[in-house]
Every structure is written in C-alpha cells, then in structure tokens.
T-cell receptor, first 112, second 112 residues
Framework: DADVTQTPRNRITKTGKRIMLECSQTKGHDRMYWYRQDPGLGLRLIYYSFDVKDINKGEISDGYSVSRQAQAKFSLSLESAIPNQTALYFC???????????FGPGTRLTVL | GENVEQHPSTLSVQEGDSAVIKCTYSDSASNYFPWYKQELGKRPQLIIDIRSNVGEKKDQRIAVTLNKTAKHFSLHITETQPEDSAVYFCAASIWGNTPLVFGKGTRLSVIA
C-alpha cells in the first residue's frame, strides 16, 4: 500500500547537535508538511511544500530548516538542537485536489 | 492568519452516551473543516470532514455540523464505545490553497 514513512522513529541527541529527520512517501502526492506535536498544544505546522520547488514557513519555523529533494522526499533539519525542540514530529502529504492529509508514523525526538 | 480554538481539552463519557467537541475559527475565508482522530501511539487519521457549502454531514455514529455565521463547527459522536477513546483534532483551511490549521485537541475517554 502507498504510505508515508519517517526515519528515524526515535532519536535521542544532545544540545547543539545537528539533526535531520527524513520523510518519504509513495502516495504520489505533490504536497508535503512537517508538524510538531506537544502535549496540550496540538499539531503545529513547521514548514510545508506544495511542489518540489516550493518551500513555505509555517507557524513555528524558527530553529528549523527543510529540503525537498524530490517529489517523494522532504527532510527537516535542526541545525543546533535545543531541549525545547523535544517533541513528536509528523510528516504529512496531500494531493492538491483532495485536502485530506496523510500522516507518517512520527519521529520522537529527545534533546538532552 | 487562521486561528482554531477547540473545547473541551478533555472529555469523559459513559459508554453509550454522546460526546460533543466544539471548535471555532477566525478566518471567514476558510471553507474546509476536517476532524482527525489519533489513537494512543498512532498517527492522526481523518474521520470526517465538511465543506462550507453544507451545514451537516453524517457517517454512521459520527456527525459534523457547521455554522458559518458564527464561525464554529462541532463533532458529534453518538453511542460511544471504548474504541472511540482517542485524541480528536479539528482543523480549518481554505480548500486547495492553504495548509490545515489544527486545534489543540480533545482527549476523549469512554468509560465502560
């Protein structure tokens, strides 16, 4: 089945380290998103991309960067991780004509 | 930009009772309102959505109502079952143009 996958699924790192979270999809969707989930704060949008050449900041982009390497791949980087970036990170995809977003399984990131 | 408020943050009901979760949005241009369900340790998944050209939509035990004038929409779950226990998120967007903006979520517990 077509799916959205994320690697790694869990990561523990130290303050100041550079971290990359990767997202791949076999759904053939043009649109991809990165969200952060914190308890009580819901799903907050970090960055989104409507096609390979398009990158847009979301609500909480500070401290993050992204790269859209291909239609199927969208990576999120933390250049210098800090403890308050400890969270569950979700990648999602959607088709332009259908607003439903399909989420990946999530990456749990802990910054010590 | 869009702001979505969701209430309550937690909700406990007896099995068989109904549950109602309410959301308000700020951008009158928003015209797409989905609801996502996230079971413990799982990814969010779409359970029902509504577009602004209708006032109500039903799918078996779940229904969503929309009041465009008041800018609020609600999720109704009837005859609740233990498997309905999850976190529910509402969201809003302009169909095809903007990413989803999510509410902060409601943790629903159905007590057997």
């Amino acid at each position: 089945d077509a799916d959205v996958t994320q690697t790694p699924r869990n990561r523990i790192t130290k303050t100041g380290k550079r971290i990359m979270l990767e997202c791949s999809q076999t759904k053939g969707h043009d649109r991809m998103y990165w969200y952060r989930q914190d308890p009580g704060l819901g799903l907050r949008l970090i960055y989104y991309s409507f096609d390979v050449k398009d990158i847009n900041k979301g609500e909480i982009s500070d401290g993050y960067s992204v790269s859209r390497q291909a239609q199927a791949k969208f990576s999120l980087s933390l250049e210098s991780a800090i403890p308050n970036q400890t969270a569950l990170y979700f990648c999602a995809t959607s088709h332009p004509g259908v607003n439903e977003q399909f989420f990946g399984p999530g990456t749990r990131l802990t910054v010590l | 930009g869009e702001n979505v408020e969701q209430h309550p943050s937690t909700l406990s009901v007896q099995e068989g009772d109904s549950a109602v979760i309410k959301c308000t949005y700020s951008d009158s241009a928003s015209n797409y309102f989905p609801w996502y369900k996230q079971e413990l340790g799982k990814r969010p998944q779409l359970i029902i959505d509504i577009r602004s050209n209708v006032g109500e939509k039903k799918d078996q035990r779940i229904a969503v109502t929309l009041n465009k004038t008041a800018k609020h929409f609600s999720l109704h779950i009837t005859e609740t079952q233990p498997e309905d226990s999850a976190v529910y998120f509402c969201a809003a967007s302009i169909w095809g143009n903007t990413p989803l903006v999510f509410g902060k979520g409601t943790r629903l517990s159905v007590i057997a």
